[in-house]
Structure formats: structure tokens, C-alpha cells
């Protein structure tokens, strides 16, 4: 079975700052996600990641994916308030007939002036 | 393009009664899913559809059941509902996954339905 955390589970940085949140997952796979969810929203895709080594940025946003380590990073860079929000890592299972989404709990970033 | 539709947004159910929360999409995607989202947490997936008339469960399928008559609708019904099963339930599609060879193509989701039971 595998297992998605993520850490950390709650993150309060200033402006301006950089931070990193983890994603690490216990069995192989060949997919991770990173969504972003506001308060009271659906959730939105942010970067799928495909291959070991894979990275990508958008804006103060790069996420990256280490598959022989089985971690994903998602990097902030120089934070403003807008990016304040839930962060979720999923990983792509095919332990059963088809592949699904194993989700982390998600990392709540709250961005303070 | 509308994408991925859920009604209704909120609802209020006493223990036992039943309801279905509908999902439709019309993006003409293979790929249907029904997660749900606890207080604090990640989504679980309760059922998914690979196509019409294929249905699957997934992690947390009990108390449960869906149908996929048609590509674009993906119900969800609770038959019996125990406050357990109070959560924000979100629908979600992608195209099917064996035509993506770029794997660009992340699932949609839904605005959810925030369940109660009380």
C-alpha cells in the first residue's frame, strides 16, 4: 500500500522568505502531483512531475521529484500573502486494477506581511 | 466550458436518510473519481469509473454505491447516512490515462459538496 506525508503540516512564514515543503511516498511510482486548495475551494493543479529529475517552476513556485529517494519538493521562493494557502502532494498508485491518486495530508502555508 | 459540476454545494441529512450527490462533466473525459475530504486531511477516493458502465472502488468504499450510465454523469449515493460519513466530497475527471503519454494532464475538480449528518 503507499503512503504519501508530507511535512510540514503547517507552515507560518513572512514575506519575502523561502521555504520548502516535502513529499515523501513509500512505493514506486511514475506520477506526483502538487495541487493547491483555498479556503473552501476545489482544489487546483499546480505542476505534474514525471521522471526523476523532473522540475518545474511557475512563478515563486518550483516543485521537483527525486524517484530513487521517492521525494517531491515544493520550493517557495521570496513568499507573498497570495500564496497562502493548502498544498497537497498526490502520488499515483497502481497497486490495484488502475491507477489512482494517493493523496498527502497537505501543508496549510499561512504568508504574513 | 463548465468542467466538472457537483450539486449540491451544501446539504444538511438526518442519520438514515439517503440522497445522491451528482457529478458531471463535460469535457468528454473516460475518467470519473469521488473522493472525499475530512477536517484536516487528504482526499480519500471512494469509487472511480473508468468509462460508462464501469465502476471500481477505492479506499473507502463502504456505505457507498455509484453508476456511470453515461460518460459525462458519475452519481454518488449514500444510502443509509451515519455522521461518519460527514465530509466535503469532491467529484474529479482526466482523459484516459492510456492516450496521455505526456501525463500533462492532471485530474479536474469539482467545487464539492459539503456534507452533514446530523
Known amino acids: 500500500e503507499l503512503k504519501v506525508e508530507q511535512n510540514p503540516l503547517f507552515l507560518s512564514m513572512q514575506e519575502g522568505k523561502n521555504y520548502t515543503i516535502y513529499c515523501n511516498y513509500s512505493?514506486?511510482?511514475?506520477?506526483l502531483y502538487w495541487y493547491r486548495q483555498d479556503p473552501g475551494k476545489s482544489l487546483e493543479s499546480l505542476f505534474v512531475?514525471?521522471?526523476?529529475?523532473a522540475v518545474k517552476q511557475e512563478g515563486r513556485l518550483m516543485a521537483s521529484l527525486d524517484t530513487k529517494a521517492r521525494l517531491s519538493t515544493l520550493h517557495i521562493t521570496a513568499a507573498v500573502h497570495d500564496l497562502s494557502a493548502t498544498y497537497f502532494c498526490a502520488v499515483k498508485y497502481y497497486g490495484g486494477s488502475q491507477g489512482n491518486l494517493i493523496f498527502g495530508k497537505g501543508t496549510k502555508l499561512s504568508v504574513k506581511p | 466550458n463548465a468542467g466538472v459540476t457537483q450539486t449540491p454545494k451544501f446539504r444538511i441529512l438526518k442519520i438514515g436518510q439517503s440522497m445522491t450527490l451528482q457529478c458531471t462533466q463535460d469535457?468528454?473525459?473516460?475518467?470519473m473519481y469521488w473522493y472525499r475530504q475530512d477536517p484536516g486531511m487528504g482526499l480519500k477516493l471512494i469509487y472511480y469509473?473508468?468509462?460508462?458502465?464501469?465502476?471500481d472502488k477505492g479506499e473507502v468504499p463502504n456505505g457507498y454505491n455509484v453508476s456511470r450510465s453515461t460518460t459525462e454523469d458519475f452519481p454518488l449515493r449514500l444510502e443509509l447516512a451515519a455522521p461518519s460519513q460527514t465530509s466535503v466530497y469532491f467529484c474529479a475527471s482526466n482523459p484516459d490515462e492510456f492516450w496521455d503519454m505526456t501525463g500533462n494532464q492532471p485530474q479536474h475538480f469539482g467545487d464539492g459538496t459539503r456534507l452533514s449528518i446530523l
Open positions: 469509473s473508468v468509462g460508462a458502465g464501469i465502476t
Open positions: 512531475l514525471l521522471s526523476n529529475g
Open positions: 512505493t514506486t511510482s511514475d506520477r
Open positions: 469535457m468528454n473525459h473516460n475518467y
